[in-house]
C-alpha cells in the first residue's frame, strides 16, 4: 500500500513540476550555522516566516539603494515630475553606459 502512494505522489509531482516552477522559485543558498540558528531562534521567538524575513529584507535593501540613487527613489514612490536636469543627467549616464 506504501508503495502506491509513493507512485501516486511522484505521479503528481511530475505532473505539477512545471507549474511549481512557474510560480515559485527556490534558491539554493546557505549561510554560516550560527547565524542560520539565530535567525531561525528570532523567527520562532517572533512568529514570522522566512518568506516575511527575504520581503522585509528586501524592502530595507530598496529602501536604502533608494536614499542613494534619487532616481530610483522617485520611481520607487511613484514620483514621476521628474525636472529638466534631473532627466538631462539620466540621459547622459544610460549614454555613458552604453
Not at 506504501?2 to 505521479?11: A, F, G
Not at 513540476?17 to 528570532?42: D, Q
Amino acid at each position: 500500500m506504501p508503495e502506491k502512494k509513493v507512485s501516486k505522489d511522484k505521479r503528481y509531482e511530475d505532473r505539477h513540476k512545471e507549474e511549481r516552477k512557474a510560480k515559485c522559485m527556490i534558491w539554493g543558498t546557505s549561510i554560516e550555522r550560527p547565524l542560520g540558528e539565530e535567525i531561525n531562534e528570532f523567527l520562532k521567538k517572533s512568529g514570522y516566516t522566512k518568506v516575511q524575513l527575504i520581503k522585509a529584507g528586501y524592502e530595507a535593501l530598496l529602501d536604502e539603494a533608494a536614499q542613494k540613487d534619487l532616481s530610483l527613489a522617485k520611481i520607487m514612490d511613484k514620483y514621476d515630475d521628474f525636472f529638466y536636469d534631473e532627466l538631462e543627467a539620466f540621459k547622459k549616464k544610460k549614454e555613458d553606459q552604453t
